[in-house]
């Protein structure tokens, strides 16, 4: 079946006029292959398949992992995977591919760790909004906790262990280091925000909830999705709450406008600052990883805090 999956494809897509498979997007005789749906994904992969396996991820750099369209090539790399890692209902374009044209093994995120309830009494999505970013009742955001990133990397190395016994004890190993370095992670966070002058974060959306095990109570401009239109009454909120709790920074992020929040900013007389929700690298962060975006989050919650 993968076999003629993987010839039917290229030329499905030539004849319809669009773009044929990469060269560097894989086929069934690469070795074992990996498609992870947007970026915490795909460094869990890389960390854990070493250089067993080819890692692809569907959302390029830049991109908005929450408005992802699939084109012909990434299509193909949901087709041709050996595993998929993906979180069921925070991409709807993925959430269609694997249904339709996966054949591999197939790891839903909400099946490994356990998701946090979505926050309530934030502006409400309007109807087309939740339809393209059907959350249901979980917060998707879980990786801000670096234990359940820990508890995915396990799972990725039983299933690439199942897929390829011959190398599973450098899968389990490298899952290992991987849960060593999350864990010391995990530490930093603990110590790092275990005393600070104020507890509140005034961010661009509800991405870092996960963050709220450390003692930390985020207030967003927006809700889980990050194109959602805060109200006038949102905002006449957030002001009140940064003047009362000496809230000193206003958050955005690198893959959104900062419109809003330097707005939000300029009126309460704030500073503004990059809190990046790691749902994908940039150009500025491309030499960056997860544990580096995430110690950088930490040193600016820090200083805004006064931690």
């Known amino acids: ?34 498609a992870t749906a947007f970026y915490p994904l795909q460094y869990v992969g890389e960390r854990v398949a070493g250089e067993h396996a080819t890692v692809e991820n569907l959302t390029a750099p830049g991109g908005e992992p929450h408005d992802l369209e699939l084109n012909p090539t990434e299509t193909a790399q949901v087709a041709q995977a050996d595993l998929v890692v993906f979180l069921h209902g925070f991409q709807s374009s993925v959430d269609d591919a694997v249904e339709t044209n996966a054949t591999g093994t197939l790891l839903d995120v909400e099946e490994v760790v356990e998701l946090r309830p979505a926050e309530d009494g934030h502006e409400e999505e309007s109807a087309e909004e939740h339809e393209e970013h059907d959350h249901g009742d979980a917060d998707p955001h879980f990786w801000h906790d670096p234990l359940l990133i820990a508890d995915l990397g396990d799972e990725v190395a039983d299933q690439l ?38 507890s509140t974060v005034v961010v661009s959306h509800d991405a870092f909830g996960y963050l709220g095990r450390y003692g930390l109570e985020f207030e967003p401009i927006a809700g889980l999705s990050p194109d959602a239109e805060p109200t006038p009454a949102d ?28 707005q939000l900013a300029a009126d309460t007389g704030v ?24 110690a950088s989050n930490l040193a600016a919650i820090e200083e805004a805090n006064g931690c």
């Open 1 to 34: 079946m993968r076999t003629l999956v993987a010839l039917l494809l290229p030329a499905t897509f030539a004849l319809g006029g669009c773009a044929a498979f990469s060269d560097d997007a894989g086929s069934a005789d690469d070795g074992i292959q990996v």
């Open 161 to 198: 262990a199942d897929l390829d016994p011959g190398h599973a004890a450098e899968y389990t190993a490298n899952a290992g280091d991987l849960r060593a370095d999350l864990e010391a992670l995990d530490q930093e966070f603990t110590d790092g925000l275990a005393q600070c002058e104020r």
């Open 235 to 262: 905002l006449g909120r957030l002001q009140e709450l940064i003047v009362d709790e000496g809230v000193t920074t206003v958050f955005y992020e690198s893959l959104v406008s900062p419109e809003i929040a330097e």
């Open 271 to 294: 500073e503004t600052a990059v809190l990046d929700p790691i749902e994908g690298l940039t150009e500025e962060t491309a030499d960056e990883d997860y544990l580096s975006l995430m």
